[in-house]
């Protein structure tokens, strides 16, 4: 997709606060173009960036669908870059899924939150969790499917390419070891809310220090029919 194919979020950081933009000074995930996708903190400021998918039926999509993305991150703690389905806005306060590292571990466990950008990507609330953890400067090829079930309960799915064994544009998708489906029941028993039957999706940055960086690359966003 093309730049013109995003909208910023209207209320994110600044970019005095956090810069932003296409690279091509860093490597790419295998298979990967020339380009990526990154964000520098400049200042101690806490909140996200980020920007989601603007095109017809997509902004937002009506149910649910599924997300890929290729993630990395170089300093230890105090920042993610992730991915989101189903937000509830195009904007940092609105809840919605997302998928990423742990911005509170190093190394860091993938994890899915029910919350803000705003709020990052605590381990303490995650929804579901990786059983390994990951070192930073590793690209990761993760995968969210958020799929609206006929009762409007909400069923969650990770997986994982691995990048060692097949490029970003011919992945083979597995489970993710710890990373269990996770069913966002109508009720709210599970997560204790109400499921996010459809929304937004993007790409985004959760940073609370000065001197951090993430990049995505590779995303792909499909919708549930």
Not at 42 to 64: E, H, I, S, W
Not at 123 to 152: C, G, K, N, Y
Request: net charge negative.
């Amino acid at each position: 997709m093309s730049e013109s194919n995003w909208t910023l979020f209207p209320s994110g950081l600044a970019g005095s606060s956090v810069a932003r933009g296409v690279t091509s000074g860093f490597t790419p995930p295998p298979g990967g173009g020339s380009w990526i996708y990154g964000w520098s903190s400049k200042t101690p400021d806490v909140g996200a960036v980020g920007k989601y998918a603007n095109q017809a039926d997509f902004a937002p999509m009506l149910k649910g669908g599924s997300i890929r993305g290729c993630i990395k991150r170089i300093e230890a703690v105090d920042t993610c870059p992730f991915l989101f389905f189903a937000l509830q806005g195009g904007d940092v306060a609105y809840e919605g899924y997302l998928i990423g590292l742990a911005h509170d571990e190093s190394p860091a466990r993938l994890i899915v939150v029910k919350n803000t950008p705003a709020l990052g990507l605590r381990e303490s609330v995650a929804i579901m969790e990786s059983t390994a953890a990951f070192e930073v400067h590793e690209w990761l090829h993760i995968r969210l499917d958020v799929i609206r079930q006929p009762s409007d309960d909400v069923k969650l799915m990770v997986f994982r390419n691995d990048l060692a064994l097949h490029d970003v544009d011919d992945p083979t998708w597995q489970a993710v070891p710890g990373m269990t489906d996770v069913v966002d029941d109508v009720l709210g028993i599970t997560t204790g809310k109400a499921p996010y039957l459809g929304g937004y999706a993007g790409v985004g940055y959760y940073t609370k220090a000065v001197s951090r960086y993430g990049f995505v690359d590779y995303v792909e966003i499909f919708r549930q029919l």
